[in-house]
């Protein structure tokens, strides 16, 4: 006997248009592959069209962030599972701009080379789209299933990109690791959550943290360790990080840009995401799980950005630099992470404005650093920082650029990276005592990785050219001297200095980080099956934050007077369950 | 003027972007070389048109810059900054003429070093806190490489070791802002990062001279003393102390608000509205340290005053046990070491020897004449404006440390026989004066540690200037092959003892200025009313040992003058080319700077008495 056949739900076109960047990339992937063989001559094809998707994605995501009128609404779509809230839109916007960046950067690398056969310019085109469209669902995932569904979807396909050099074998040695390494991770995260949906007996993200309410169980916290290791993959943290050296130097320059940028931002995204609606949730309980959890990705942040770090100091190529580096900033953006998960400190908003900044900024540098690297290794025909010397001499211009990424990464002033690390360190320092020892982690990792980014610029300007170097790099120049991938490096220092000299960015960014996570409805029961979208009126989202941080306040929050207690947030779990 | 102030901020680097545009070396110098004269003139106009008589920023320029944090863009000059800039001002003209025959990729090294020319007078004329930080960080990266490209044998060494120390203090400086940044909104009700307070907006008067300092409600908030029950209950002859002391310390605030209303209502009542005025009166001279003039607490009463921000938030941090207090004492400590990294000052001066040995000799006169005075600066301008009671309370500490910089100085300067490295140490021994004339927050320390930087500024720049001459000539600065130069060069020989005898502080040269009062202002500190009336035996004790400084000083500047000068001249000496006109002008306009500042300190001191002055009496000393 089966029981009642549950009603089937259709989309609504609320709902559809709300997914649209993802649909747009969907159509993409088609249309490239369709494009290819329409095009068989001409192998440019399918990459222009990648191009087009990645735009018209841009205008995707610009209809739907600013679709909902008032901003601070998040819209849960398709039973609470996607949550397509500015936070999330402006993500998916950064990521559109990074497949641009890397898809012209990648005509500049592989134009005319060799190593990337022009049959398989459409798969590459094709998988670059796939692995976005699941960083894009990651971003906006609000349920277990989606999370697992979009991981996959941006893990396949760069697999296969990392070994997209057939005939390289450092190529296909790091797309075998990161096979593996990524199926462990599965393994794991696909186990917490059997763990979660044990623990809480639903796979809503909301119901799963609001389940610690009860006190954290021992099955909840080892499922969310599990979880969390999946995360940690993606985001290339410690412990699951050794596969982002050895995949950035197997793959193709382009590709270890697009996974060092767009696949650390996404899982970024996300644990923001979870970590915010368990600070929701963690006021209900007096603060000792949000206690744990501040601890539990604090020092998880801390231990990724110390690591990577004190590795990247030993390295001597470029690329390896970069990818511990880039493992190092992830782990900064983590420790900013943690902060969100104390309830009532009242100043989500500001963590996420600050990720968002610190993503926007990341973007920028890391883009322009890898696009610079990739050059210079390519005309100097090798990766090795030594055999880069006195290359100031040969191609002023571009180190320069590269040195003012690489101070950015470090965090200079004026640079973006200093503002954003400010931003980053302003929310660390509100949590108290262990804030504090975040801020100081931050700057002493700082402090160490001044060595290391200082390091190409110590060979490329202090060091004279050695002899006969002229001829060595004509040699090796295999890279096009086209002002394509100059033009990229460019742009990302004009948005490194924008960023850096607050031309309006934060601004710009903050009313996206005011409008983040905190959907709070009841999901524990069966949702409503006619509530496919949940607008919170007014007065409730007024409920939900300090007075001061409503759209348009002011970042810098005016403190109330109240002694060494957390300002008093109204974050009341009454109005937090029934808004 | 205020347009001329930031034109010249950033003309420097306007130069130095067309430099690397220029078509040749011999182009970008002569741009180079005209861009700071004209620099340099632009300072001197500031001097004209500079009023004396007033205190406070002027000239200032504030523009909203990062919104989202408070930053502005302020700039300003006052009678603390006046001096350094036109010191940098000229030291950059007479930097570039030493650099004229730089053959190393010249359009790069002026570019170089014009950029850090914007840096110098950016950190100098900067109003705002976050700015003052952007302009001291940037000026390190030209520096980085003016001495990791154009520097000695070991110059990669010493360029990444003077970059890790500076920043490791910068790195001090951000944890004090990032606490500033979310400490004082809870007194001053936004963030603020104003280090001056403005000139234009305050009208306090001409007596308070507040405008010399940041703001009084952060530095009122960073005030030191605990609070203290006792004395608030033997001060208010009753109880009535512990009960609103308990209303303060409840946790809920509206409940502490209603507490505190419900006892000063009670008051209110008992002692009537002037009784009350007392009453409240008695408290803030409750909390204050012995010895040390009142702070002027806000003392009006009544129920509007119980809800101002700053009163609420004083007290009750006082009753909660000085959470701003522990804060200050820490940010205190953080920004001097910060400082104290530039400056240098034993134990964080390894740096300087090794950065000085290895820069090429402009630079060395640039880092030794203007980069070092960045710290000593920031100390007047920061550290102490914002705590000065943690300075007060450590100040045994922070003397000592200057006291025993002078002394290590001096006996490390004796042991060298590098005779760049001696110069150096000359610099580490010569600025612990300066942190011994600012520890002791006596009008004449003040102003001696202040003149003590211009005076070395001038001084160790020719020092280090004549030593290059050498060096150019003889490739190696051993002070044991050198000898009988007086014999070889008459003139050089003559213009030398007015640079070393600077340097040691003979009467009638700029060195002594500085030094003598500092020694004075030390003896002050024990006066009565003074910060170490209290201890006057140690206070003695950092004269006497800061006195033999000056011995000591003399010590190895006369006995290195007697190794190089004095003697027989070595036969190589024919073979050295003979000293240019161009080389003679730079030691001439050092030489007369110092004797004229030996002369006429009142040059600077115009600038900077009513200054320090009202500094002094506004942070309760003096």
Same mark, same amino acid.
């Given at each position: 006997?089966?029981?009642?056949?549950?009603?089937?739900?259709?989309?609504?076109?609320?709902?559809?248009?709300?997914?649209?960047?993802?649909?747009?990339?969907?159509?993409?992937?088609?249309?490239?592959?369709?494009?290819?063989?329409?095009?068989?001559?001409?192998?440019?094809?399918?990459?222009?069209?990648?191009?087009?998707?990645?735009?018209?994605?841009?205008?995707?995501?610009?209809?739907?962030?600013?679709?909902?009128?008032?901003?601070?609404?998040?819209?849960?779509?398709?039973?609470?599972?996607?949550?397509?809230?500015?936070?999330?839109?402006?993500?998916?916007?950064?990521?559109?701009?990074?497949?641009?960046?890397?898809?012209?950067?990648?005509?500049?690398?592989?134009?005319?080379?060799?190593?990337?056969?022009?049959?398989?310019?459409?798969?590459?085109?094709?998988?670059?789209?796939?692995?976005?469209?699941?960083?894009?669902?990651?971003?906006?995932?609000?349920?277990?299933?989606?999370?697992?569904?979009?991981?996959?979807?941006?893990?396949?396909?760069?697999?296969?990109?990392?070994?997209?050099?057939?005939?390289?074998?450092?190529?296909?040695?790091?797309?075998?690791?990161?096979?593996?390494?990524?199926?462990?991770?599965?393994?794991?995260?696909?186990?917490?959550?059997?763990?979660?949906?044990?623990?809480?007996?639903?796979?809503?993200?909301?119901?799963?943290?609001?389940?610690?309410?009860?006190?954290?169980?021992?099955?909840?916290?080892?499922?969310?360790?599990?979880?969390?290791?999946?995360?940690?993959?993606?985001?290339?943290?410690?412990?699951?990080?050794?596969?982002?050296?050895?995949?950035?130097?197997?793959?193709?320059?382009?590709?270890?840009?697009?996974?060092?940028?767009?696949?650390?931002?996404?899982?970024?995204?996300?644990?923001?995401?979870?970590?915010?609606?368990?600070?929701?949730?963690?006021?209900?309980?007096?603060?000792?799980?949000?206690?744990?959890?501040?601890?539990?990705?604090?020092?998880?942040?801390?231990?990724?950005?110390?690591?990577?770090?004190?590795?990247?100091?030993?390295?001597?190529?470029?690329?390896?630099?970069?990818?511990?580096?880039?493992?190092?900033?992830?782990?900064?953006?983590?420790?900013?992470?943690?902060?969100?998960?104390?309830?009532?400190?009242?100043?989500?908003?500001?963590?996420?404005?600050?990720?968002?900044?610190?993503?926007?900024?990341?973007?920028?540098?890391?883009?322009?650093?890898?696009?610079?690297?990739?050059?210079?290794?390519?005309?100097?025909?090798?990766?090795?920082?030594?055999?880069?010397?006195?290359?100031?001499?040969?191609?002023?211009?571009?180190?320069?650029?590269?040195?003012?990424?690489?101070?950015?990464?470090?965090?200079?002033?004026?640079?973006?990276?200093?503002?954003?690390?400010?931003?980053?360190?302003?929310?660390?320092?509100?949590?108290?005592?262990?804030?504090?020892?975040?801020?100081?982690?931050?700057?002493?990792?700082?402090?160490?990785?001044?060595?290391?980014?200082?390091?190409?610029?110590?060979?490329?300007?202090?060091?004279?050219?050695?002899?006969?170097?002229?001829?060595?790099?004509?040699?090796?120049?295999?890279?096009?001297?086209?002002?394509?991938?100059?033009?990229?490096?460019?742009?990302?220092?004009?948005?490194?200095?924008?960023?850096?000299?607050?031309?309006?960015?934060?601004?710009?960014?903050?009313?996206?980080?005011?409008?983040?996570?905190?959907?709070?409805?009841?999901?524990?029961?069966?949702?409503?099956?006619?509530?496919?979208?949940?607008?919170?009126?007014?007065?409730?989202?007024?409920?939900?934050?300090?007075?001061?941080?409503?759209?348009?306040?002011?970042?810098?929050?005016?403190?109330?007077?109240?002694?060494?207690?957390?300002?008093?947030?109204?974050?009341?779990?009454?109005?937090?369950?029934?808004? | 003027?205020?347009?001329?102030?930031?034109?010249?901020?950033?003309?420097?680097?306007?130069?130095?972007?067309?430099?690397?545009?220029?078509?040749?070396?011999?182009?970008?110098?002569?741009?180079?070389?005209?861009?700071?004269?004209?620099?340099?003139?632009?300072?001197?106009?500031?001097?004209?048109?500079?009023?004396?008589?007033?205190?406070?920023?002027?000239?200032?320029?504030?523009?909203?810059?990062?919104?989202?944090?408070?930053?502005?863009?302020?700039?300003?000059?006052?009678? /603390?900054? #006046?001096?350094?800039?036109? @010191?940098?001002?000229? *030291? !950059? =003209?007479?930097?570039? %003429?030493?650099?004229?025959?730089? +053959?190393?990729?010249?359009?790069?090294?002026?570019?170089?070093? /014009?950029? #850090?020319?914007?840096?110098? @007078?950016?950190?100098? *004329? !900067? =109003?705002?806190?976050? %700015?003052?930080?952007?302009?001291? +960080?940037?000026?390190?990266?030209?520096?980085?490489?003016?001495?990791?490209?154009?520097?000695?044998?070991?110059?990669?060494?010493?360029?990444?070791?003077?970059?890790?120390?500076?920043?490791?203090?910068?790195?001090?400086?951000?944890?004090?802002?990032?606490?500033?940044?979310?400490?004082?909104?809870?007194?001053?009700?936004?963030?603020?990062?104003?280090?001056?307070?403005?000139?234009?907006?305050?009208?306090?008067?001409?007596?308070?001279?507040?405008?010399?300092?940041?703001?009084?409600?952060?530095?009122?908030?960073?005030?030191?003393?605990?609070?203290?029950?006792?004395?608030?209950?033997?001060?208010?002859?009753?109880?009535?102390?512990?009960?609103?002391?308990?209303?303060?310390?409840?946790?809920?605030?509206?409940?502490?608000?209603?507490?505190?209303?419900?006892?000063?209502?009670?008051?209110?009542?008992?002692?009537?509205?002037?009784?009350?005025?007392?009453?409240?009166?008695?408290?803030?001279?409750?909390?204050?340290?012995?010895?040390?003039?009142?702070?002027?607490?806000?003392?009006?009463?009544?129920?509007?005053?119980?809800?101002?921000?700053?009163?609420?938030?004083?007290?009750?941090?006082?009753?909660?046990?000085?959470?701003?207090?522990?804060?200050?004492?820490?940010?205190?400590?953080?920004?001097?070491?910060?400082?104290?990294?530039?400056?240098?000052?034993?134990?964080?001066?390894?740096?300087?020897?090794?950065?000085?040995?290895?820069?090429?000799?402009?630079?060395?006169?640039?880092?030794?004449?203007?980069?070092?005075?960045?710290?000593?600066?920031?100390?007047?301008?920061?550290?102490?404006?914002?705590?000065?009671?943690?300075?007060?309370?450590?100040?045994?500490?922070?003397?000592?440390?200057?006291?025993?910089?002078?002394?290590?100085?001096?006996?490390?300067?004796?042991?060298?026989?590098?005779?760049?490295?001696?110069?150096?140490?000359?610099?580490?021994?010569?600025?612990?004066?300066?942190?011994?004339?600012?520890?002791?927050?006596?009008?004449?320390?003040?102003?001696?540690?202040?003149?003590?930087?211009?005076?070395?500024?001038?001084?160790?720049?020719?020092?280090?200037?004549?030593?290059?001459?050498?060096?150019?000539?003889?490739?190696?600065?051993?002070?044991?092959?050198?000898?009988?130069?007086?014999?070889?060069?008459?003139?050089?020989?003559?213009?030398?003892?007015?640079?070393?005898?600077?340097?040691?502080?003979?009467?009638?040269?700029?060195?002594?200025?500085?030094?003598?009062?500092?020694?004075?202002?030390?003896?002050?500190?024990?006066?009565?009313?003074?910060?170490?009336?209290?201890?006057?035996?140690?206070?003695?004790?950092?004269?006497?040992?800061?006195?033999?400084?000056?011995?000591?000083?003399?010590?190895?500047?006369?006995?290195?003058?007697?190794?190089?000068?004095?003697?027989?001249?070595?036969?190589?000496?024919?073979?050295?080319?003979?000293?240019?006109?161009?080389?003679?002008?730079?030691?001439?306009?050092?030489?007369?700077?110092?004797?004229?500042?030996?002369?006429?300190?009142?040059?600077?001191?115009?600038?900077?008495?009513?200054?320090?002055?009202?500094?002094?009496?506004?942070?309760?000393?003096?």
């Amino acid at each position: 006997m089966l029981g009642a056949i549950p009603p089937v739900d259709l989309p609504t076109w609320t709902e559809l248009r709300l997914v649209m960047p993802e649909l747009v990339l969907t159509v993409g992937m088609v249309i490239v592959l369709m494009g290819a063989m329409a095009a068989r001559g001409r192998p440019g094809v399918p990459i222009v069209l990648a191009m087009v998707t990645a735009i018209a994605g841009m205008v995707a995501v610009g209809l739907t962030m600013f679709e909902p009128a008032e901003a601070g609404i998040e819209r849960l779509i398709f039973h609470q599972t996607l949550a397509i809230d500015p936070f999330s839109q402006f993500f998916k916007l950064l990521l559109m701009l990074t497949i641009l960046l890397v898809l012209i950067q990648w005509m500049g690398l592989h134009r005319g080379q060799d190593d990337l056969e022009p049959s398989d310019w459409p798969d590459y085109a094709c998988l670059l789209l796939g692995a976005a469209l699941g960083m894009s669902l990651l971003a906006s995932a609000r349920d277990l299933l989606v999370v697992l569904i979009a991981m996959e979807t941006a893990s396949l396909p760069s697999y296969v990109l990392a070994g997209i050099r057939k005939r390289r074998r450092l190529g296909a040695e790091a797309s075998m690791k990161f096979v593996l390494i990524g199926a462990v991770a599965t393994g794991l995260m696909v186990y917490g959550m059997s763990l979660l949906y044990g623990a809480s007996g639903s796979l809503k993200l909301d119901a799963i943290v609001g389940a610690a309410n009860d006190g954290i169980t021992p099955i909840w916290a080892v499922g969310m360790i599990f979880l969390f290791t999946g995360f940690a993959f993606k985001l290339s943290a410690v412990p699951l990080h050794f596969w982002c050296p050895d995949v950035f130097e197997g793959a193709p320059f382009d590709v270890a840009t697009f996974l060092s940028v767009a696949s650390k931002g996404a899982a970024v995204v996300l644990l923001a995401r979870m970590v915010d609606l368990f600070g929701a949730y963690s006021g209900s309980h007096g603060g000792e799980a949000g206690m744990a959890m501040l601890l539990g990705v604090g020092i998880f942040g801390a231990v990724t950005a110390t690591w990577g770090n004190l590795v990247a100091l030993r390295q001597t190529r470029i690329r390896r630099m970069l990818a511990y580096s880039s493992i190092a900033q992830a782990g900064y953006m983590i420790m900013a992470v943690a902060a969100l998960s104390v309830a009532g400190s009242g100043h989500s908003a500001e963590a996420m404005t600050a990720i968002l900044f610190y993503l926007t900024v990341y973007l920028f540098m890391n883009v322009g650093a890898f696009t610079l690297a990739a050059r210079i290794s390519a005309a100097s025909g090798s990766e090795e920082m030594s055999s880069m010397a006195g290359w100031i001499h040969r191609r002023p211009l571009e180190v320069v650029l590269l040195g003012i990424f690489l101070l950015s990464l470090f965090g200079l002033p004026t640079l973006g990276g200093f503002l954003g690390k400010w931003y980053l360190a302003v929310v660390m320092g509100r949590l108290g005592e262990i804030g504090i020892a975040l801020v100081v982690v931050l700057l002493v990792n700082t402090l160490f990785s001044l060595a290391f980014y200082l390091k190409p610029l110590y060979h490329m300007v202090l060091q004279p050219m050695p002899q006969g170097g002229e001829a060595v790099a004509s040699a090796g120049s295999r890279s096009d001297h086209s002002p394509i991938g100059l033009g990229v490096a460019i742009v990302c220092a004009a948005g490194v200095f924008w960023t850096g000299l607050d031309l309006g960015a934060t601004s710009l960014i903050r009313p996206f980080g005011h409008t983040a996570g905190r959907g709070m409805v009841e999901t524990r029961g069966d949702p409503p099956a006619a509530v496919q979208q949940t607008i919170f009126d007014k007065d409730a989202e007024s409920n939900l934050r300090p007075s001061s941080q409503r759209p348009g306040a002011s970042l810098s929050r005016t403190v109330e007077f109240t002694g060494d207690h957390a300002p008093s947030g109204s974050l009341k779990p009454s109005s937090v369950i029934n808004p | 003027m205020s347009l001329l102030l930031n034109f010249m901020i950033f003309l420097p680097a306007i130069g130095g972007l067309l430099c690397l545009a220029a078509p040749g070396g011999r182009q970008a110098r002569s741009l180079a070389f005209w861009v700071t004269v004209v620099t340099l003139a632009m300072s001197l106009m500031l001097v004209a048109a500079f009023d004396y008589s007033a205190a406070g920023p002027q000239f200032e320029t504030a523009v909203p810059w990062i919104s989202a944090i408070n930053v502005e863009y302020r700039t300003g000059v006052d009678g /603390l900054s #006046l001096s350094l800039v036109v @010191l940098t001002t000229g *030291l !950059a =003209l007479l930097g570039l %003429l030493a650099s004229w025959n730089i +053959e190393k990729s010249p359009k790069v090294y002026f570019s170089l070093y /014009l950029f #850090l020319l914007t840096g110098m @007078l950016g950190v100098f *004329l !900067a =109003l705002d806190l976050f %700015l003052f930080y952007v302009f001291f +960080e940037i000026s390190l990266v030209p520096m980085y490489f003016l001495i990791g490209i154009w520097g000695g044998p070991r110059r990669e060494y010493a360029a990444i070791k003077f970059f890790l120390f500076t920043l490791a203090g910068s790195i001090c400086l951000l944890i004090v802002m990032l606490g500033l940044y979310l400490v004082t909104p809870q007194a001053v009700g936004k963030n603020t990062w104003v280090m001056v307070a403005s000139s234009t907006s305050s009208d306090r008067g001409s007596e308070a001279v507040p405008a010399t300092l940041v703001d009084e409600r952060v530095r009122r908030m960073f005030a030191g003393p605990r609070f203290d029950l006792e004395r608030w209950n033997e001060a208010a002859g009753d109880e009535s102390g512990r009960e609103l002391i308990d209303a303060l310390r409840l946790d809920d605030r509206s409940e502490s608000t209603e507490a505190v209303k419900a006892v000063l209502a009670e008051q209110l009542r008992l002692r009537g509205e002037a009784g009350l005025g007392q009453w409240l009166a008695e408290f803030t001279q409750a909390v204050l340290i012995e010895g040390r003039k009142p702070l002027a607490l806000p003392v009006e009463v009544g129920e509007a005053n119980l809800d101002d921000r700053y009163w609420s938030v004083l007290l009750v941090d006082q009753a909660r046990g000085g959470r701003y207090w522990v804060f200050a004492q820490w940010a205190f400590w953080l920004s001097l070491i910060a400082f104290l990294i530039k400056l240098p000052s034993v134990p964080f001066h390894t740096w300087l020897p090794d950065a000085h040995v290895e820069a090429p000799t402009p630079i060395s006169m640039i880092l030794a004449g203007v980069l070092l005075k960045m710290g000593g600066y920031a100390m007047m301008r920061i550290t102490w404006p914002y705590f000065p009671d943690a300075a007060i309370v450590f100040w045994h500490l922070v003397a000592g440390l200057g006291v025993l910089a002078i002394l290590y100085g001096a006996f490390c300067a004796m042991a060298q026989t590098d005779w760049k490295k001696l110069v150096a140490y000359s610099s580490v021994s010569h600025m612990g004066y300066v942190t011994l004339g600012i520890a002791v927050m006596t009008a004449s320390g003040w102003n001696g540690a202040y003149f003590q930087m211009i005076g070395h500024g001038v001084s160790s720049a020719m020092m280090f200037f004549l030593v290059g001459v050498i060096y150019e000539r003889s490739h190696h600065r051993d002070l044991d092959r050198l000898g009988g130069l007086w014999t070889r060069f008459p003139a050089f020989g003559g213009w030398s003892m007015v640079g070393f005898f600077a340097a040691m502080g003979l009467p009638g040269l700029c060195g002594f200025i500085g030094e003598i009062l500092v020694l004075l202002g030390t003896f002050d500190a024990a006066s009565p009313g003074a910060i170490g009336a209290g201890s006057v035996g140690l206070v003695y004790v950092y004269g006497a040992l800061a006195a033999c400084g000056v011995i000591l000083t003399a010590g190895y500047i006369l006995w290195m003058f007697q190794r190089v000068y004095m003697g027989r001249p070595r036969e190589e000496y024919h073979d050295y080319a003979p000293i240019s006109r161009r080389e003679y002008l730079i030691m001439g306009v050092l030489g007369v700077a110092a004797i004229v500042l030996g002369i006429v300190p009142m040059l600077v001191f115009v600038m900077t008495r009513a200054t320090f002055a009202g500094m002094l009496a506004s942070m309760g000393v003096g």
